[in-house]
């Protein structure tokens, strides 16, 4: 099969596309044909060699980790999938969705509502899922205020419409580019650097961090001690405020239940950009450049 990834840990420099032999499901895996594979900074970082501890690869590796697809194969003891379903979910270690198949666990797969193209639900298990699981572990409700860092990307705007559907007031802070973007969504535009001690001008109930470093350190103090904090780009100063990263539940339950809520409208996954596989070095060079408001897809034709 034909695949993009990257021969050594570095720079955009070790990516190109590959051929592999394809792979057979396991016990518990099914085999997916992709039809497009969601593009997310978490690969160019694997890439780059920032997640070693945490994403165990065998070089040459190939990129992705969520993906959409047609069921061709189901290994042993896969009862709740059979070859033909349409499917989406988060690829395997060891496996990824830049590529013409991809293996899924069963565990963490969920099926394709027919009304959800396969862009949109290629992109559900990663940024989706990750703003889904922020808001859960916060446990916020109806009335709250939640003051999101780094709004205007994948994650930022999955916790605006999440957010905004129970009610939870929002005050987001992104790029002066990402204004008309934010609003739109129904949350309060605040410009990355404002001082936030003096914008926020209601109490701040709880903080999803999606950019870490100084940004989280200036929210955290200007909302005072006490408030709840999960950040996915900077875990270790967010425990530092008595904060956590992200919990990650990558299940069946929890994937259907994003898939609901995009079949329902509820959720929009904005997909800006679909770039073939023989391009998918460009569709990841847009997300590690940083400016992306909505999504990148990889398609799989």
Same mark, same amino acid.
């Given at each position: ?66 993906? @959409? #697809?047609?069921?061709?194969? =189901? ?9 033909? &379903?349409? %499917?989406? !979910?988060? /690829? ?99 410009? @990355? #650097?404002?001082?936030?001690? =003096? ?9 999803? &961090?999606? %950019?870490? !470093?100084? /940004? ?86």
């Amino acid at each position: 099969m034909i695949a993009y990834g990257f021969s050594e840990y570095g720079g955009p420099e070790t990516e190109s596309l590959l051929e592999f032999p394809v792979a057979e499901p396991g016990p518990g895996q099914i085999l997916v044909a992709v039809h497009a594979a969601g593009v997310n900074p978490a690969d160019w970082k694997v890439r780059k060699g920032t997640r070693k501890d945490t994403v165990q690869i065998t070089l040459p590796a190939v990129l992705g980790r969520e993906a @959409s #697809g047609t069921v061709v194969d =189901v290994g042993a003891g896969v009862t709740d999938f059979s070859v033909g &379903d349409h %499917v989406f !979910g988060a /690829t395997a270690s060891g496996h990824g969705g830049y590529a013409q198949y991809t293996v899924f666990n069963a565990s963490s797969t969920a099926h394709k509502p027919e009304t959800v193209s396969w862009a949109a639900a290629a992109t559900l298990p990663v940024a989706a899922g990750t703003a889904y699981d922020a808001l859960r572990q916060l446990a916020t409700s109806a009335g709250d205020t939640v003051l999101v860092l780094g709004a205007g990307g994948g994650v930022g705007s999955a916790v605006l419409q999440l957010a905004r559907a129970d009610g939870i007031a929002i005050v987001a802070v992104a790029s002066a580019g990402k204004r008309e973007w934010i609003e739109s969504l129904g949350a309060r535009f605040l410009e @990355s #650097g404002s001082d936030i001690s =003096v914008a926020v001008t209601r109490p701040v109930d709880a903080i999803v &961090d999606l %950019v870490g !470093g100084e /940004t989280l350190r200036a929210a955290a103090s200007a909302v005072g001690p006490g408030t709840p904090i999960v950040s996915v780009a900077d875990p270790v100063l967010a425990s530092e405020w008595g904060g956590s990263g992200v919990d990650r539940d990558r299940t069946t339950a929890a994937f259907a239940r994003l898939a609901d809520l995009t079949a329902s409208g509820v959720l929009n996954p904005r997909v800006d950009h679909v770039f073939p596989l023989e391009r998918a070095g460009e569709a990841l060079a847009l997300v590690e450049n940083g400016h992306v408001a909505g999504k990148v897809v990889v398609e799989v034709r």
